[in-house]
């Protein structure tokens, strides 16, 4: 019995290729032999094959014929059957002969152009495995010849204020508030006023420029700024760099809204609610968020005991100030019971984001979240794809002080002078200790959940599926609704029986205390109005609900490459797309490829198990040829939810940011989940490392699982 390909290793699997490519060289020769015979023949073949009763066999085919014991050689004399034929008959026959001549051409020039293209594919295919085998080995010559060349892990740049202050550990202006590099840019002559009034001048303009030309300069993968009013400067921004900028973490505003019922309320934290409310018309145009809106209720911290010293620019003592947020949050809930989520708008904030998860119970999103949306878009993710292909960060931040990496020229117009006492270092250790003591006494909480509401279809995932447990590093849960097709999604709209299922899924999924629920099908937006509906944790029924925050980052010029299973079956759903989350599928900044063509990538319709190593190269060559015309694509969504498998390949190849399904879930959980480098800690329980088993059709009753269609 053959070996499936599955099984076979490279070497065989790139051994049969040659051997397949071999054989259609042939076929091809025999083809054209057939195809190109001298011109006579081939007329006569063609006319013997639509004419019969026009001809005779050609001399060459002269066969001897006994009649009456007599042998004789006779050919056949096709006069009499030419003359019962009528002019008319023999002209239509003539024209359906050159059609058919015509016709076979176009055949031979489709078989030529096939075979090409596959030749193509088989390069391609054959060149990607070998650079995924070896991923990118050092030239020939070089010292180490079997040495890996690997890309550098992401970092992110941080334009800073013209302003000194001592940040605590949380605050985006401290190197340990990040789990990978971070390099800072101070501009000289930006103060906070200026921010505030959204207003540069000309000098201070061109150090802005500067100073994001120096950071993506340095390799930055994302760039954003240590003062929320710096969302003034958005759009400016987006114009000077190729990366993707995000100034403030309102950004998070439409993505957070669109995940929760429009009767949900979410509380914006920020130093001062009398300075953020003037920002009005700014925060709509740079983000969509409306400060009138009833749906968020802003309050500052200005009245809070110990915050002054954010203004002062003295340390914040964090024993004293966080009890006072809690505080505060607690009573803001008390009033406004609706309250959904939380998200702290200014840069100083972070350090109180765990306290506010843990006696709240509530997300809590802030300017680190936001930092890890977009850098984890281009980290490798280590549970599935490609491996091997990036450096691991190396755990250490490169020290920093205001005025570093500046000219002594620039230094001179710097406002603020650096302070290097040493004694703010161990006040800071101080605060710490009495921080941990507290921590000690509380009880740890269950670490999140994902919940994913599964379609009545069933087939095995590949890793990185959104169906694979195995694709996330927190638990999932995972629910099928009885008789929920694809067909069903796709129409949008659920008969009564399967309604009533999907109610039922989704109230199950938060009674098992989930953190926050999808769907392993993108057509679900569709339902995203029913299931957060019902829902009071954040709902995000496809990865589609990353385009406002991944359109936000990037110039009205650059475009988005949206890579779905099928593009026509995407189309159609404009509206609800639009509707549900922000996204036109007729903006030319977004640009739509289905990969209903990429070799292999059929079985994913089939429902049979995807070969992702055999797909890979398919994927990456046809995403390249988009690549090569369309020079200004900036960034790359997965909207289909059996792509994750491929996004590693994409970042090492494209260098571009990958959003997927996975990186959509990952940002949800965050807002939950302990971050352990900072802040309020050992609150929660840490994750075990191993996912519960699944079965299609568990966590169903008897009765429900008999309604399964697969």
């Known amino acids: 019995m053959a070996m499936p390909i599955q099984q076979m290793g490279l ?3 790139l051994e049969l290729m040659e051997l397949e490519l071999q054989n259609l060289r042939q076929r091809n020769n025999v083809a054209s032999q057939l195809a190109n015979p001298n011109p006579f023949a081939m007329q006569m073949q063609q006319m013997q094959q639509f004419a019969p009763q026009f001809m005779g066999p050609p001399m060459f085919q002269l066969t001897p014929r006994v009649e009456q014991g007599t042998p004789t050689i006779t050919t056949a004399a096709p006069t009499t059957a030419l003359a019962t034929v009528s002019p008319e008959e023999q002209e239509k026959k003539r024209k359906a002969q050159q059609e058919a001549m015509a016709l076979h051409h176009d055949l031979l020039m489709a078989h030529t152009s096939l075979q090409k293209q596959h030749a193509d594919l088989m390069k391609a295919h054959k060149e990607l495995i070998q650079a995924f085998k070896n991923h990118s080995f050092a030239a020939a010559g070089a010292a180490n010849p079997n040495a890996k060349v690997q890309t550098k892990h992401p970092a992110l740049g941080v334009v800073r204020l013209d302003y000194d202050y001592p940040p605590a550990p949380g605050d985006s202006d401290h190197p340990a508030s990040f789990g990978y590099d971070v390099y800072f840019r101070c501009v000289p002559g930006l103060t906070f006023e200026m921010c505030q009034t959204g207003k540069f001048t000309e000098e201070v303009e061109r150090r802005f420029a500067d100073a994001i030309k120096h950071l993506e300069a340095r390799g930055v993968s994302a760039i954003t700024g240590d003062c929320g009013f710096m969302m003034a400067f958005q759009v400016l921004a987006r114009k000077i760099a190729a990366k993707p900028i995000f100034m403030s973490s309102m950004v998070q505003c439409p993505i957070i809204a669109a995940s929760m019922d429009p009767r949900d309320q979410i509380m914006v934290l920020t130093a001062n609610e009398h300075s953020l ?6 925060l709509m145009n740079s983000c969509g968020f409306d400060v009138d809106e009833h749906r968020f209720i802003i309050h500052g911290c200005q009245d809070i005991p110990g915050f002054d010293a954010v203004a002062k620019g003295e340390k914040v003592p964090l024993d004293i100030v966080q009890p006072g947020i809690v505080k505060m949050a ?11 989520g939380i998200l702290l708008e200014c840069t100083e904030l972070p350090p109180y984001a765990d306290a506010l998860r843990y006696h709240t119970g509530l997300p809590v999103w802030d300017s680190i979240t936001a930092a890890d949306f977009y850098v984890a878009a281009f980290q490798d993710n280590p549970r599935f794809g ?7 960060w190396d755990g250490e931040q490169e020290e920093y002080h205001l005025g570093a990496h500046l000219t002594k020229d620039e230094q001179l117009l710097l406002q603020n002078k650096v302070d290097t006492k040493k004694d703010r270092k161990q006040k800071a250790l101080a605060h710490k200790k009495k921080l941990d003591k507290v921590q000690k006494k509380v009880r740890k909480q269950q670490a999140p959940i994902l919940g994913v509401i599964r379609l009545d279809y069933n087939y095995p995932p590949a890793p990185g599926d959104i169906d694979f447990p195995g694709s996330y590093d927190y638990d999932v849960l995972f629910r099928v609704v009885p008789g929920f097709t694809f067909e069903m999604a796709q129409s949008g709209q ?7 299922e999907f109610i039922q899924a989704v109230g199950w999924l938060e009674g098992k205390g989930v953190s926050g629920i999808t769907g392993d099908c993108g057509f679900m937006m569709a339902f995203q109005p029913l299931a957060s509906e019902i829902a009071s944790v954040p709902v995000f029924m496809s990865s589609m609900m990353q385009c406002p925050m991944i359109s936000i980052a990037f110039d009205k010029y650059d475009k988005i490459l949206i890579l779905t299973a099928n593009d026509e079956t995407l189309k159609p759903q404009k509206e609800t797309l639009l509707k549900q989350c922000g996204f036109d599928v007729d903006d030319r900044r977004f640009m739509i490829m289905g990969c209903q063509n990429v070799p292999g990538f ?15 190269p398919g994927i990456v060559y046809m995403v390249k040829q988009v690549l090569k015309k369309h020079a200004s694509v900036r960034a790359i969504l997965l909207e289909c939810t059996e792509l994750p498998p491929y996004a590693d390949a994409l970042r090492a190849e494209t260098k571009l940011p990958v959003f997927d399904a996975i990186t959509n879930a990952d ?3 965050s807002a939950r989940r302990d971050n352990p480098r900072f802040g309020f800690n050992q609150w929660q329980l840490d994750w075990d490392g191993t996912q519960d088993e699944y079965e299609f059709g568990s966590n169903l009753t008897a009765a429900q699982a008999e309604k399964l269609l697969n």
């Open 330 to 340: 607690l009573k803001l809930i008390e009033e406004n019971p609706n309250i959904r």
């Open 277 to 282: 409310k003037p920002q009005k018309e700014i």
């Open 386 to 392: 490609i491996n091997d292909w990036q450096k691991e």
């Open 602 to 616: 059929d079985a994913v319709a089939k429902g049979e198990k995807v070969d992702v190593e055999y797909v890979t």
């Open 667 to 669: 940002f949800f959980i």
């Open 494 to 500: 659920l008969s009564p029986d399967v309604h009533k």
């Open 11 to 13: 070497d065989q699997r």
